[in-house]
Protein backbone atom coordinates (compact mmCIF):
# COMPACT_ATOMS: atom_id res chain seq x y z
CA UNK A 1 0.00 0.00 0.00
CA UNK A 2 2.92 2.35 0.88
CA UNK A 3 5.62 1.55 -1.90
CA UNK A 4 8.26 4.11 -1.49
CA UNK A 5 10.36 3.52 1.47
CA UNK A 6 12.25 6.61 2.28
CA UNK A 7 15.68 5.83 2.30
CA UNK A 8 16.87 8.05 5.47
CA UNK A 9 14.14 7.40 7.57
CA UNK A 10 11.59 5.01 8.10
CA UNK A 11 8.37 6.65 6.74
CA UNK A 12 6.63 5.36 3.53
CA UNK A 13 4.39 6.96 0.89
CA UNK A 14 1.66 5.88 -1.60
CA UNK A 15 2.84 7.84 -4.07
CA UNK A 16 6.51 9.03 -5.61
CA UNK A 17 5.96 12.54 -5.80
CA UNK A 18 5.10 12.23 -2.01
CA UNK A 19 8.11 10.73 -1.23
CA UNK A 20 10.14 13.36 -3.39
CA UNK A 21 8.48 16.22 -1.27
CA UNK A 22 9.10 14.46 1.95
CA UNK A 23 12.60 14.22 1.22
CA UNK A 24 13.24 18.04 1.09
CA UNK A 25 12.60 18.10 5.15
CA UNK A 26 16.06 15.97 4.66
CA UNK A 27 17.92 18.10 2.50
CA UNK A 28 16.54 21.28 3.15
CA UNK A 29 16.58 22.16 -0.41
CA UNK A 30 13.65 25.23 -1.17
CA UNK A 31 12.66 24.87 -4.21
CA UNK A 32 9.89 27.82 -4.10
CA UNK A 33 11.16 31.01 -3.68
CA UNK A 34 9.34 34.08 -3.27
CA UNK A 35 8.66 36.78 -6.42
CA UNK A 36 8.77 39.72 -3.75
CA UNK A 37 11.41 38.67 -1.37
CA UNK A 38 14.46 36.73 -0.68
CA UNK A 39 12.87 34.03 1.39
CA UNK A 40 12.48 30.41 -0.19
CA UNK A 41 10.29 27.27 0.29
CA UNK A 42 10.31 23.81 0.33
CA UNK A 43 6.60 23.43 -0.53
CA UNK A 44 4.55 25.14 -2.93
CA UNK A 45 2.12 25.67 -0.43
CA UNK A 46 3.82 27.51 2.08
CA UNK A 47 5.12 30.18 -0.80
CA UNK A 48 1.58 30.51 -1.26
CA UNK A 49 0.61 31.11 2.35
CA UNK A 50 3.44 33.70 2.66
CA UNK A 51 2.08 35.43 0.11
CA UNK A 52 -0.64 36.41 1.46
CA UNK A 53 1.43 38.73 3.74
CA UNK A 54 2.45 40.69 0.71
CA UNK A 55 -0.72 41.10 -0.57
CA UNK A 56 -2.22 42.14 2.22
CA UNK A 57 -4.39 39.12 2.46
CA UNK A 58 -5.20 39.45 5.99
CA UNK A 59 -8.92 38.25 6.30
CA UNK A 60 -8.78 37.44 10.15
CA UNK A 61 -9.07 40.72 12.36
CA UNK A 62 -8.81 41.13 16.05
CA UNK A 63 -11.94 42.20 17.32
CA UNK A 64 -10.13 44.51 20.12
CA UNK A 65 -7.17 46.32 18.11
CA UNK A 66 -7.92 45.91 14.66
CA UNK A 67 -4.87 43.92 13.54
CA UNK A 68 -5.20 41.86 10.45
CA UNK A 69 -3.78 38.72 10.35
CA UNK A 70 -3.31 35.74 7.64
CA UNK A 71 -4.25 32.60 9.41
CA UNK A 72 -6.30 31.92 11.83
CA UNK A 73 -4.44 30.04 14.30
CA UNK A 74 -2.29 33.64 14.06
CA UNK A 75 -5.02 35.44 15.24
CA UNK A 76 -6.08 33.29 17.94
CA UNK A 77 -2.33 33.24 19.68
CA UNK A 78 -2.15 37.28 19.36
CA UNK A 79 -5.51 37.16 21.33
CA UNK A 80 -3.81 35.83 24.56
CA UNK A 81 -1.50 39.29 24.50
CA UNK A 82 -5.41 41.19 24.86
CA UNK A 83 -6.51 38.06 27.50
CA UNK A 84 -3.39 38.14 29.53
CA UNK A 85 -3.41 34.36 29.22
CA UNK A 86 0.00 32.91 29.56
CA UNK A 87 -0.22 28.88 29.07
CA UNK A 88 3.65 28.28 28.61
CA UNK A 89 5.62 28.02 32.09
CA UNK A 90 9.13 27.53 31.88
CA UNK A 91 10.01 24.19 33.72
CA UNK A 92 12.88 25.45 35.49
CA UNK A 93 11.94 28.61 37.10
CA UNK A 94 7.79 28.69 36.57
CA UNK A 95 8.08 32.39 34.39
CA UNK A 96 4.70 32.08 32.55
CA UNK A 97 4.54 32.67 28.52
CA UNK A 98 2.07 33.86 25.99
CA UNK A 99 3.89 31.90 23.27
CA UNK A 100 5.92 29.20 22.81
CA UNK A 101 8.34 30.75 20.70
CA UNK A 102 8.59 34.01 23.89
CA UNK A 103 9.10 30.73 26.10
CA UNK A 104 11.46 29.56 23.40
CA UNK A 105 13.64 32.13 23.74
CA UNK A 106 13.91 32.86 27.79
CA UNK A 107 15.21 29.10 27.67
Known amino acids: ERP ?6 ARRFRK ?6 HLRTHTGERP ?4 RCAR ?5 QHLLRHL ?3 GAQRPFTC ?3 GRG ?15 GTRPHACARCGR ?9 RHQ
Open 40 to 44: RFAHR
Open 69 to 83: FGRKAHLARHLLVHS
Open 52 to 54: RLH
Open 16 to 21: RTHLDR
Open 63 to 65: PQC
Open 96 to 104: RFSSKTNLG
Open 4 to 9: YPCPRC
Open 32 to 35: HPCP
